[in-house]
C-alpha cells in the first residue's frame, strides 16, 4: 500500500540540444596570491584564541546561570519562614 510504484519500462529524459549563440566567455582566474607560513600559524592562533574565549564566555554564562538559580531558591526559602 504504502511502496512506490515505477513505472515498467522507464523513459530517458529528453535530451536538449542547444547549441550556444557565440564563443564561450574566457574565465579570467584571480593572481595567485602567496600564503607563507607565517600567516597560516597567526590564522591557526587567532582561532584558537577565539574559540577558547567563547569557551570561557559559555562557561561563565553557565556558571552565572546555575548561581542564579541556587541563590533564587535561598531566597525563596527564606521568604517562606
Known amino acids: 500500500m504504502f511502496l512506490p510504484k515505477y ?5 530517458p ?4 540540444s542547444h547549441t550556444p ?4 566567455p574566457v574565465r579570467r582566474s584571480l ?5 607563507g ?3 597560516v600559524a597567526a590564522v591557526v592562533v587567532g582561532g ?4 577558547a574565549l567563547l569557551a570561557a564566555v559559555a562557561v561563565s554564562a553557565v556558571s552565572v546561570a ?5 541563590l533564587r531558591s535561598l531566597l525563596r526559602d527564606q521568604r517562606r519562614r
Do not use: K, Q, R
Open 7 to 11: 513505472p515498467d519500462s522507464p523513459t
Open 13 to 16: 529524459p529528453p535530451a536538449h
Open 21 to 24: 549563440a557565440g564563443p564561450a
Open 31 to 35: 593572481p595567485p596570491v602567496p600564503i
Open 37 to 39: 607560513t607565517g600567516t
Open 48 to 51: 584558537v584564541v577565539l574559540t
Open 66 to 70: 546555575v548561581a542564579a538559580v541556587v
